[in-house]
Structures are given as structure tokens and as C-alpha cells.
């Protein structure tokens, strides 16, 4: 690069017990520059932005900004020089506002000092919110949002930080497509100005969208940096996995036994109306629809954790009792939620313990927990998973993203559901360990259980179904067969107009 790099990393090794997370890392990014960092779960993406962000202390190695040599002592000082990072896992306070949530640490004051000048912050969280999402109130509980819109606020963060590089880790993994537009529109603006953005993703189509450059990492190395505007998708992946991946297609292993029927189901407290369906001994049935058109409470619904006001669901012919999630897992059902923070993860605990913890009582004899069981099982089933690094003592907090996800299928594949629900059960997961999760919910089908897919990526929800409900505003709009599935067919189903494309990100949120 012929003038000074905006970021210049200079060898940068990290380690941490038993583990090197990142192995002489060096490479530039431009002023101005959209830069995507790539790579399988475990690469050291998110190590390598801690480091960058103030967060971790890289065990050997430099980094530049601008050309000095960066030293950061904690994330504030990072702030300061105008880093900004969006982290994978959101940290914020849930009970504090937006607007304090976005000043938090470094709040705006006044009286000398004496007292927070909340009408300030607001009137600036505002200012920064207005420009990618005006519908969220500055003054509201973070705790009261949706997953997308406390990703908005942490972006909105960063915008009023005024960072000259503003590193995202996976900041889309849970937008909606015309969300991730106006992310678009921001990245754009933002580097329009000057500002660098490192890109996380392990959605390809839209890094090759964004990004102009990427630098892909395995097993935290580089393995090079590319122009993305010049080679093809399917090399930048062989890149990132080591080897070609396949496109595997279809298999269906559905048969005609009804496992669940739904009749005239209603929710209490969703907007889940009137809903009827039949799911088949090792079917896979796929949901599609908006965001907020009703998908996850209508897995919630089924599995109990939502109270029902009206209908029937029967399992292999018998009634569910609609009171509790009880009933629901005694019959089998297990639910694989959106959101795996609130899955009730234990930090600090090994990865085997925290994925045999609903199924503890099978492990239990006499009331203790049968520790070689646990063993047993977990390495059985995260090899199924290709958990990485493979080591089952480890604390689950120190795995990677999209490793502790891993953990969590496994968790359910553990407690032995006929029926699974899963909830976006790829987000956060790169394309090798994709389809290989693919493979597993083909796997538990051909073994005659039956599966239930929400997924907001068609492409996932088209190679995964053997037939797919379409949501809209809480009722089923459409039901469309295998031979019927294609993106088109259903976004028109979703969106509920055949002349309709654009559709505002506000209309996704109002949640009908
Ligand atoms: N605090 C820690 N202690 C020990 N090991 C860690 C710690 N943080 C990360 N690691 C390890 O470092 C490696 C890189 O992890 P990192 O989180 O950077 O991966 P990633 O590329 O961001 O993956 P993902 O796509 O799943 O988010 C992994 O093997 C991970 O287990
Ligand atoms: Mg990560």
C-alpha cells in the first residue's frame, strides 16, 4: 500500500492456555477501506478485534493506527483513539435505556460534573439513531427490545462515538434483509467520510456486497487477503475451510405417519392466531415469514412455553395438555431457542456439563450425576457437531460463537426430543460447519424424528424443507410443497403482496 495503512497488524500472537488463538497475524487495511475478516468458527476473528479494541492483550506482535504504534491499556482508551467495536454478543445493561446504554461509561454531565445530563444524551442518541432507525425511542429499557434493535442501538453507538475505524462482529446476524440494507446505506456514508470498517460475517453474499477487501483467517493464521471484487465466493471459502465445499442437495425422509397435528391454535400472549397443521414422522418443515410475523412464538406456542387460548395439539394422536411446557417436553417436543444467551448457559462450567444440563436426570442415578455418562455422551454428540477445539472440560465461555451454538444443538440432540423446533439454528455458524449441521438435521429425519426450521436465510430454509409454512402477521399464509419452494415464492408470500419488494424495516417491527 503506498500510503499510510489506517491499521497495520504486525505479527500479532496470541495465546491462551492450551489454546493459540492467533499465530503471526499481519496484514494492512486502508483508510476508508471496508475490510471483511473471515474465516470458520474458532479463526481468531473476534481475538483478533479484542486485541484491536482494547478488550485482550496480544501475547507477541504490534499494531498501527495511522502509522504509531497502538497500545491500548482497556476498550476506553481504544475508544479514545477512535476505535469502536461492535462485540458478537451484545454487552448491554437491560435495564437502562437506550440512550443510557449508549453512554454508558463515558456519560454526558452536567452542573460541573454533578448530574447526568440525560435530556443531552437522549436529544444525541436520537440524533444518531434517526439515521438508521428512527422507531426506537432513546428513552425506552434496552430489555424492551428485539434482538435486531439492540444491534441497532450498539451501531448507533458507534456512529455517536464518531470512531474512525468501527470493527462489527457479526453485526447482521440477526437483521432482517432490509435492516442489513440500511446497514448498507450507513457502511457506505461511514466510509464516505474517511471512517474504516472491519466486517464480520459468516454471510458471504453480503460481505462480497459490502467489503472490498477480505482477509481470511484458519486456524489463527492468514491464509492471504484478497480483492473481493475479483475472485469467486466458492475460492474464498475453499480458503477459509481448507478445501472445496460441496452443494449437497435435498434428501427427503418424511413419511406419511402424522407424529404432530395442530388444530385451530391460538396464542395469549402472541399474535399466533387460528393455526393448523400436521407434521410427519421424519419430516422437516420449514417456517418462513417476516420478522415478527409470529415464527419463533409459534415454535414457542408448540413447545409450551407460550400459554395457549384456544386449540389443540395432539402427539401421535394424543392430547396435549396446553398448560405449561411440561406436557410438551413429556411428549417429546424439544425447542432449540433463538437467543442462546438466555439458554440458561453456565459460563465457567465444561462444555459437557453445560449441554447434558436438561438432560441431567437422565445422567442421575440415585440422585447423583453419573459423571462417565455425561462423558460418554457429550463426546458423542459434539463430535456430532464438530465442536472446535475438541476439548469436552473446557469452560463453554472460552469456545468461540459459533462453537458454544454447536453445543447447544448438541444439548437438545442429548435430551433425545422426537420432535425438534429449531430456531435459526444456524446464526453465527460458518459455511463448512453450515452444512454440516445440514447433514445432522437430515441425519435425525432419516432416523424418524421430526423437525420443525425457522430460518430467516432462504437459501437454508429451501435446502432444508420438505415443505414450508409461510407466517404472516400470525397466520399461516401459505403452504407450499416441496416442487413449489424458490426465494421468490416465498418473500412474495411473506411480504403478501405479488407486486411488493421493498417492504420497511418499521412494518417488520410493528410485531402485528
Ligand atoms: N478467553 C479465552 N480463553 C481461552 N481460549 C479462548 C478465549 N477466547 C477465545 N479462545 C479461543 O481462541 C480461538 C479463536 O476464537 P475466536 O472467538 O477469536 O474465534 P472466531 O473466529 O471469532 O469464531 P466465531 O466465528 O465462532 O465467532 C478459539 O479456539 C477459542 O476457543
Ligand atoms: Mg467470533
Known sequence: MASTARLKFDGITKTFPGVKALTDVSFEIAPGEVHALLGENGAGKSTLLRIMSGVARQTSGDFHVDGE?????????????????????????????????MFLGHSLRRLGGMLVDRREQERRAAEALALIDPSIDPATPIKELKVAQRQVVEIARALLEKAKIVAMDEPTSSLTPSEFESLAAIIKKLTASGVTVIYVSHKMDEVFRICQRGTVMRDGKVVGTVNLREVAQADVIAMMVGRELMQEEHRSYATRAVKLQVENLSSKVSAVRDVSFQLHKGEVLGIAGLVGAGRTELLRLLAGVDPAAAGTIRVDDRPLNLAGPRSAIAAGIGLLPEERKREGIIPLRPVSMNMALPSLKKFARTGLVRHTAVRRTAEDLLKRVNLRPFQIDRPIKLFSGGNQQKAIIARWLAAGSDILLFDEPTRGIDVGAKSEIYHLIEQLASEGRSIIVVSSELPEVIRLSDRVLVIRNGRIAATLERHELSEQALVMHAVGDAGTTVHSSKQEHSNV
Open 69 to 101: 504504534i497502538a497500545s491500548f491499556r482497556d476498550p476506553d482508551s481504544a475508544r479514545k483513539a477512535g476505535i469502536a467495536m461492535i462485540h458478537q454478543e451484545l454487552q448491554q445493561v437491560p435495564n437502562l435505556t437506550v440512550a443510557q446504554n
